[in-house]
């Protein structure tokens, strides 16, 4: 076993893995550096305070450890026992949650003997070689026998065809995140445009929506369309799902999928069972796909898998289509092609519209939401660049993170599998491709546990 372990990350997987690893008995204590950087445990997603941006997976899916699947619900029953778990709770709440398991593991570790360090630093390098891994954060460094990245998606880039003029305005918003947490209150007509329709756009649409009552919002996307939601009970497979799963497994092709796919879901009550009762195996499943069937889906199918798969709550739909009947919100198919700063202020955004004619019109304040940035050979993110220029990992060849094993170890620049270096989450996406939210997160933290404490023999 790995005896002292960083972990590089202030997220949920971090937080995940740490008190999955502070749970398992040892036969030596374990002595854990957690670097946390700028997050406390949360992370974005559980770091919000507002009540609006609630959990888009349901309760009683969302326990920390693979072993305990209810333990949220129990943990938000014992608070209040009218929960149930099919609700959809405030994300709010999962960061307590966490925190509160996090403190729960630390304090039964040190009776355990197992050490934790808690370092609110950065990771800036990180050097494996056969005896161990260097850590380097700020002037200080440390020797460690493994390291694990939990760092999350990469910080998102601009679009192109975006002028520097516009992004020196500050009203053209690359980041959503840290952007919601510090908008102010505003009481102008604004005219905000959403580039992406994803469930970020949609935390972006509810958020804004209140805090700039006279605003008003066009969100623009390749097809135009919202995530689907979800059905207010929860939806139960009718069978386990076998039948449909020998069949894809068979022929691993993405035409042929889809067609088994619209198959299946025609025999079901709702197309939301035939999917749902993918999750399970859809790591498994994307295993079996060549790269040229990978890069497939991803140009063709995978913004109808991510509409199915991530999938808003009830409520928030309703929201959302309020705001669409009320006038408030208006959706755009198209591609933005470019944003100039106006004579009069306004940023100009062209489109290129279905059919390929454009279309120009004027903004306040553009906010781009196009889904995570898992591009680890383009990045600026000072550690990724430093692990990739020296040929420590390799970038996935679809930009999905890094070239990685399915149980996280990441490959070198001979493709070889380091026996040091792991990832778990989102930069597992090329690996695994499901590898962002709770319920594969803590599927991987429970085999990264068992991959770091097995007997190295
Ligand atoms: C808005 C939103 C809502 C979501 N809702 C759900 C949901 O309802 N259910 C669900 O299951 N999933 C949800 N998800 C998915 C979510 O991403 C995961 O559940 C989980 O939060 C991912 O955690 P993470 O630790 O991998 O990443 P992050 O939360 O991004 O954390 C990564 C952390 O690593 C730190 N870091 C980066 N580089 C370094 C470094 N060099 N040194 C030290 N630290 C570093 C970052 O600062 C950050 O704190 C949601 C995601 C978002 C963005």
Known sequence: MFRKVAIIGGGAAAA????ELLERRTTQPLHLYWYTGDGSGRGIAYGTRSPHHLLNVRAAS???FASKPQGFLEYAQAADPTVSGSDFLPRRLYGEYLE?????AMAKASASGHEVRQIPFTVDSLVPEPSGVTVG????SNQTDAAVL?????PPRSLPGVDADVIASGRYITDPWPFLANAEPDERPLRVLVIGLGLTAVDVLLDLSERWP????TALSRHGLLPEAHLSAASAPAGDGAELVEALEDDPNIRMWIARLREATEHADDWRVVTDSLRSVTSKLWTLLPDEQRSRFLRHARWAWERARHR????????????????????GRGRMQTVKLADDGSLSVTRVKPGGVKETASFDVVVQTVGLNTDTLRTEHPLVRQLVTNGHARPEALGLGFAAQANGALLDGDGKPRPN?????????????ESTAMPEIRVQARNLADTLLRDQG
């Open 16 to 19: 995940t893995l740490v008190s």
């Open 150 to 154: 939990a760092i999350g998606s990469l």
């Open 312 to 331: 808003m709550p009830p409520q928030v739909a309703e929201s959302i289509a309020a705001m669409e009947k009320a006038g408030r919100f208006l959706r």
């Open 214 to 217: 006279n605003a008003t919002f």
């Open 137 to 140: 954060y700020g002037d200080e």
């Open 100 to 104: 509160s398991r996090v403190a729960q």
């Open 421 to 433: 270096l792991f990832a778990i989450g989102t930069l597992l996406r090329g690996a695994l491709w």
């Open 62 to 64: 969302m326990g920390m």
